[in-house]
């Protein structure tokens, strides 16, 4: 995350633009526990837990992305999407999707988890 934040403020700078008046969001969601056995317990049931609910993480996706998921096979490969929505929310998932069906992409793009130990 440094480095990308780096590299926008250089590109910033270069165009002639203040790189304080660009501020960069990332959004995370660590998993912390005491052990790594326990937080790559929590990460698993992360992905569980989105396994579980596929058609709300859908109307999620599809309010960001502005793409109704409802006719979609599930368990069919992703594909290639374009949308007036959210861009970097949809690339995003294309890229995790790569060849996956839309059900393990789901999984893949909600589901992932960053686990410390504390």
């Keep these: 995350m440094k480095r990308y934040r780096d590299e926008v403020r250089a590109q910033m ?3 002639g633009r203040d790189p304080d008046s660009c501020k960069l969001l990332f959004l ?3 998993l912390i526990a005491e052990t790594e056995d326990q937080a790559r317990w929590f990460a698993e049931q992360r ?3 989105t396994a579980e609910s596929i058609p709300a993480r859908l109307a999620r996706l ?3 992305t502005n793409i109704d998921f409802s006719p979609f096979d599930l368990d069919a490969p992703v594909g290639e999407l374009t949308t007036n929505g959210t861009q970097s929310t949809l690339r995003a998932v ?5 060849r ?4 393990e992409a789901i999984v893949a793009h909600y589901g992932q988890a960053i686990a410390l130990t504390w």
């Design 100 to 103: 996956r069906t839309l059900r």
């Design 28 to 30: 995370l969601s660590p």
């Design 13 to 15: 700078a270069a165009m």
């Design 94 to 98: 294309l890229v995790r999707a790569g």
């Design 47 to 49: 992905k569980v837990q």
């Design 62 to 64: 599809g309010w960001a």
